[in-house]
């Protein structure tokens, strides 16, 4: 298996002893590759087997074809450096779990899919696992639970599995798996642990497990394997880097191993860096796209370095320039290198040839996962012309934005929307989607396909409408919504509707599970060229005596879920994106409408991963969701909604959002955000969300009221709204008809309860 010496090949030491020499690291790779398949084959495989239309074997038939017909795919492409369990049937971060033997007993299944969709889905009335952003996209992880208790139990069937499976197929990988530092960073601590507990406690059991693992994949034959580390590009504390140094130390000098490569990405190690570079292992991999070699190259002499120059992380075709400047100066100081993707390709849809509708010159421009490998095989064989990019599509500076001005103080505004809306306390809404049907999603298609008439969708979408409002004042909600029916996503929608922007016709990107977005292209200057909203929020409020809310998508949130044009910074074009959102709100107020709901569920995902750098970008994300907002008139109510949001961390930019009414997730946390100093002095609306709307789960009256009563001690009077944690299109109508009259329910005991609740403190 190892190949013979080469003279950059580091050799280290263990025990007295010398491991054999590392074997020689492919010249070209990639950190990980998209898995749910090229037309979502997976996707479908798993929605089958959960709707009991397919039985396991079916489902892993198709996991074995896609793994093999990636495999394939990439060999053809001349990709030597191949990986290995980067396949997952839900989430890397609960196959980390399972691997270790630390997933919750409560979700323990005969086999080990259906325990990770018990975990991550819910099963027999028990909640799921956490759900949330993976460091900075918007993929979302399962959270493990560790706790003094968890007792760890390597158990290394799938990587194993993974690795034959590629050997059968003449194809040699290097097994992936999340590392030992990011697992227990990631972990929260199970609700029995004492105050004070952190996962990072149990380091020594969970080596344990590793070294057994690694002991396993080396007699199965592998040379290398990789440890993803990316929560080392984020701050860490002298205590976690030291943590660090003891985990690879420890791993580095195990006698029986293979090769180690640690990968970091999603940004530049700096202090970590020299913590790996003194540990034994023999490679380390550095995001070379959001960070930059450290100045003295002298740090990783001794390792291999796995030089990420490919962007995973958007569409654009590499600079071949840059990317071999870096590439040279390495090199150039003898450091032995391997040409590599930023982080796993995961983010990027899988290929560009599936596209038949993109603009010819935006074409030229684009990179999708299976471009991205050729231009690292290029890049190794030392191409210089491959990717050479073309000049961004606008080349002149974009247009000044004018200066806008904050509306009038919050109370004046309260006042004006109480006399125009005249709402009950404690008022219940949802937060805009109502289930995307089957037969939504199919008009949609056919339309698409020139095969439905426009006129005739538009009265499928007005037949939903009607539907759904008839369905909530029946249920005796106070603040209706029209929705959404007429929205593919919330996002993509809006880039149909704006110049500036080209959506793909099969770019899926995984989200989470089996849930899937477009990511569209932003590679123009942003313009609103005429209503987008309008003409559905009119049917909506022609159709009832309620208030319907108007429904957009925030500045910051279009741009956080797009492919973003890198030739102008990122605030530069959330204040584009801004403006336009602000005419929209204007149009919507002009046609009467008296509540605007802007949502910005991405403002906390797009927070930089550096302390350092967190003030500057929330104060030009809360100034463009300002420009988005602050053109309303007093007596207009503006809502925002934000989901996933970790939001303890932004709380004060949400406040300094300004928005009359916010609603935040809280449900799978059990209002947790509740007992934020910097939320209980939140002077305007607030709905904490007392429906988990991503599990089937329906929530209990005696739940709610007890949830919104908990709300009621915490926030000032007269404040708390009702409502469910985010929008509930991938819920079915059964139980989100059941789950909301439970809600009105709740919200009506609580509202006449005799007993005026007292603030505790
Ligand atoms: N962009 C984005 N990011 C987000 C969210 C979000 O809503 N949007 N929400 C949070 C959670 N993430 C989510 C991501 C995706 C979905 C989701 O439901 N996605 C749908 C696809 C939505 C979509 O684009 N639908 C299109 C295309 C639907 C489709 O599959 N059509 C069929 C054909 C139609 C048929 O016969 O069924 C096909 O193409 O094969 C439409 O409705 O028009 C899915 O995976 O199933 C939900 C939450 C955070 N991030
Ligand atoms: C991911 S946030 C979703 C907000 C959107 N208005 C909805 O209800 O679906
Ligand atoms: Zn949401």
Known sequence: MPQPATPHRPVPESAGRRRVAAPEFPAATILGYPRIGPRRELKRAMEAYWAGKADLAQLRETGR???????????????????????????????????????????RRSTPEDTVFAAARGADGLAPLRMTKWFDTNYHYLVPEIGPETRFRADPAKPLAEYAEARELGVETRPVLLGPVTFLLLSEPTAGAPAGFT????????????????????DAG???????????????????????????????????????????YFGALREALPVLAASPVEAIGLDLVRGELPDELDVVRGKVIVAGVVSGRDV????????????????????????????????????????????????????????KVDEVVALAAGDTGTGTVPAPV???????????????????????????????DLPTTTIGSFPQTGELRAARAELAAGRLDPARYDAIIEAEIDRVLA????????????????????????AEHLDGFAVTGNGWVQSYGSRCTRPPILHGEVRRTGPITVRWARYAQSRTDRPVKGMLTGPVTIVAWSFVRGDLPLRTVVHQVAEAVRGEVADLEAEGIGIVQVDEPALRELLPLRAAERDDYLDWAVAAYRRATSGAGDDTQIHTHLCYSDADEVLAAIDALDADVTSIESARSHGRILVEPALRSFARGLGPGVYDIHSQRVPSVVEIADELRAARVALPAGRVWANPDCGLKTRGYAEVTEALRNLVAAAREVRHAATVPVRRD
């Open 65 to 107: 074809r896609l793994r093999a017909g990636t495999w394939t795919d990439l060999a053809g492409r001349g990709l030597a450096g191949q990986v290995s369990n980067t396949f997952s049937d839900y989430d890397q971060v609960l196959d980390a779990a399972l691997l270790l033997g630390a997933v919750p007993d409560r979700y």
């Open 199 to 218: 996962p990072l406690s149990r380091l020594d059991a969970v080596l344990d497990a590793y070294e057994q693992i690694l002991g396993a994949l080396a």
């Open 222 to 264: 592998a040379g290398w394997v990789q440890l993803d580390e990316p929560a080392l590009v984020a701050d860490r504390t002298p205590d976690e880097l030291a943590a660090t140094a003891t985990a690879y130390r420890r791993l580095g000098g195990l006698a029986h191993r293979p090769a180690l490569f640690v990968a970091s």
């Open 316 to 371: 654009w075709r590499t600079d071949a320039t840059r990317a071999n400047e870096q590439l040279d100066r390495l090199r150039a100081a003898g450091v032995p290198v391997s040409v590599s993707t930023s982080c796993s390709l995961l983010h990027v849809p899988y290929d560009l040839a599936a596209e038949t509708d993109l603009p010819a010159d935006l074409t030229g421009q684009l990179a999708f996962a299976a471009q």
């Open 394 to 424: 606008p080349a002149a500076a974009p247009a000044a934005l004018p200066p806008v001005t904050d509306r009038s103080p919050y109370p004046v505004r309260a006042a004006a929307q109480a006399a125009r809306l005249a709402l009950p």
């Open 471 to 494: 369905l909530q004042e029946q249920l005796g909600l106070d603040v209706l919504v029209h929705g959404e029916p007429e929205r593919n996503d919330m996002v993509q929608y809006f």
